[in-house]
């Protein structure tokens, strides 16, 4: 048998941080995120299919960066259990039970983190996900064909060069909202009602106003921890502010990749020129829809 599949990475653009078990099960997490066209690739191979003694391998390979703030590690977790589990994944109930699953795989292992990246590898598309004690709620947000294309010609996502350790970075978060940082708290707060605001300005397409949200995620994520920023992206950041609505670090900061939402096009190819100026390595990228796939040879 020869089971082959791959789960896209994603952006994420409001909410961040409120997917995690010791926000959201207490206030309730929202995070609206996008599957991107760069993919977890992997086989599992049986049988006469697999080259080792035991008769099983399986692999996996990407061209995301590491570090990359896009959800790699959780994409890799999910296409894992997919392959293992070795059945086509055809219904939103067969991708939430795939998405719960790695999550609470890594819950096991002792990984801090929240499950908007599972949820995103799992179903692909633009989504607002609501995450509870009980239960995980999957909101679609629909923006026509026009206004889906607009946004995808106007953002620019790069990786700096520099990865970062995540984990680092939540525990410094989680330890200050242990210890009562009500700054903290507000922060999330915050980042977790925009991301409705985010849904609502995405179907509008005002895109002066999904600018504004993602800038919002930035200063929010500087309330958090210092560690989520540094001289080299506020540097950036400060050169493209002419040219942009808005933008901010991918899932943690501190690294990893950035994402600007350009005023025109006008302004993306300056915003661009900025980035390789910096040796920023350019992401172009369309939106991913097909979420997670599974294909099975006997």
Not at 136 to 143: A, D, F, G, L, T
Request: net charge negative; aromatic share 8%.
């Amino acid at each position: 048998m020869k089971v082959t599949g791959r789960a896209p990475v994603r952006v994420d653009l409001a909410g961040a941080w409120t997917d995690v078990v010791y926000f959201f099960e207490p206030f309730g997490g929202a995070t609206l995120n996008a599957a991107i066209g760069y993919w977890v690739e992997g086989e599992l191979l049986v049988g006469r299919h697999a080259p080792t003694q035991d008769g099983v391998q399986i692999r996996y390979h990407t061209q995301v960066p590491t570090g990359s703030g896009l959800g790699t590690s959780a994409a890799m977790n999910v296409l894992w259990l997919a392959l293992v589990r070795a059945e086509p994944v055809t219904t939103p109930e067969a991708r939430q039970m795939i998405a719960e699953g790695s999550y609470q795989a890594e819950k096991i292992l002792g990984i801090v983190g929240g499950k908007q990246d599972q949820y995103a590898a799992a179903f692909g598309g633009i989504n607002l996900f609501e995450f509870f004690k009980d239960r995980s709620v999957v909101h679609p947000v629909r923006i026509p064909a026009d206004k889906l294309a607009e946004l995808e010609r106007r953002l620019v996502l790069c990786y700096t060069g520099a990865s970062r350790l995540s984990s680092r970075i939540h525990e410094n978060v989680w330890g200050r909202f242990s210890r009562g940082h009500r700054e903290v708290l507000d922060a999330l707060l915050t980042m977790r009602d925009s991301a409705y605001q985010a849904k609502e300005a995405l179907e509008k397409g005002d895109w002066e106003e999904v600018g504004k949200i993602l800038t919002l995620q930035f200063e929010c994520s500087k309330r958090l921890d210092a560690s989520t920023t540094n001289e080299t992206i506020e540097r950036l950041f400060s050169e493209v502010a002419p040219d942009i609505l808005g933008g901010k670090p991918c899932g943690a900061g501190g690294g990893g990749c950035l994402l600007f939402l350009c005023k025109d096009q006008d302004a993306k190819s300056r915003v661009e020129e900025k980035i390789t100026t910096h040796k920023m390595t350019l992401l172009p990228f369309r939106f991913d829809f097909a979420g997670l796939t599974v294909h099975i040879e006997p």
